[in-house]
């Protein structure tokens, strides 16, 4: 199959019922989420705590499309295994969690996971050179992780053009996390990512008992995108 380099949208479950995570999935993706986004916190690297590979493996069998694990713990290594069983697609680890980055991305693919790069709004481009050659994505977070609901950070614009250019025409996902918007979606998309991540912009107006608000969320942000 080719490379699907075409735009999708990756609502966060930050921004769901934390009581009904699998009826929210349900809904969202039958509302016409392409991914869906978990957000894995140790209230260590970041600020903030959510939970772990059994909710993972909880949700997995509510997920149809792709399950997208954002990983923001410290270290990462000694629990790749476990989110690899709980069925994760895509495991994402940050550039800034340890000094071995590199094993760490051999890890996630030895593990059977497609590897993931995330990069905090701070980090620069030049680390990344060495490493694109074992990653299917590259995450730019466009707040500094932690929290739903912040305001995006524009300086990340160039540097999502840098890195498209870097990567060229390797099959690698660029992945925008972070204040996702109507207004903030076309900015980055013109710059060169194909993944959105949006979490308070697509379940904001919405519940699983009323999901269409997750379905004029989600066109409204493509649309803009689209023109
Ligand atoms: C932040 C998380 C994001 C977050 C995005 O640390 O990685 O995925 O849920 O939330 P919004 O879209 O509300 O900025
Ligand atoms: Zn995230």
């Known amino acids: 199959m080719s490379f699907d380099r075409s735009l999708k949208i990756a609502p966060s479950i930050l921004s769901a019922d934390f009581a009904n995570f699998g009826q929210e999935i349900e809904a969202v993706e039958a509302q016409g989420a392409d991914w869906i986004h978990v957000d894995v916190m140790d209230g260590h690297f970041v600020p903030n705590l959510t939970f772990g590979p059994p909710l993972c493996k909880a949700i997995r069998k509510h997920i149809n499309t792709v399950m ?121 998309a013109e710059a060169g990512a194909d993944v959105l991540v949006a979490g308070s912009a697509v379940f904001k107006g919405g519940s699983v008992g009323n999901p269409a608000p997750y379905g004029d969320n989600i066109r409204a942000i493509k649309a803009a995108v689209q023109g």
């Open 68 to 188: 997208d694990v954002h990983l923001m713990i410290a270290p990462v290594d000694p629990y790749i295994d476990a989110f690899a069983d709980a069925g994760a697609d895509i495991l994402t680890a940050h550039l800034e969690s340890g000094p071995h980055i590199h094993r760490t991305l051999q890890a996630i693919r030895g593990a059977g996971c497609k590897a993931g790069l995330a990069l905090n709004p701070a980090t620069g481009l030049d680390d990344v050179e060495y490493l694109l050659d074992m990653v299917d994505l590259v995450c730019i977070m466009t707040v500094n992780p932690g929290f739903g609901g912040q305001k995006f950070i524009h300086s990340q614009i160039e540097k999502v053009r840098k890195l498209r250019a870097m990567i060229g025409d390797r099959p690698i996902h660029i992945e925008i996390d972070g204040g996702v918007t109507p207004e903030t979606a076309p900015l980055v």
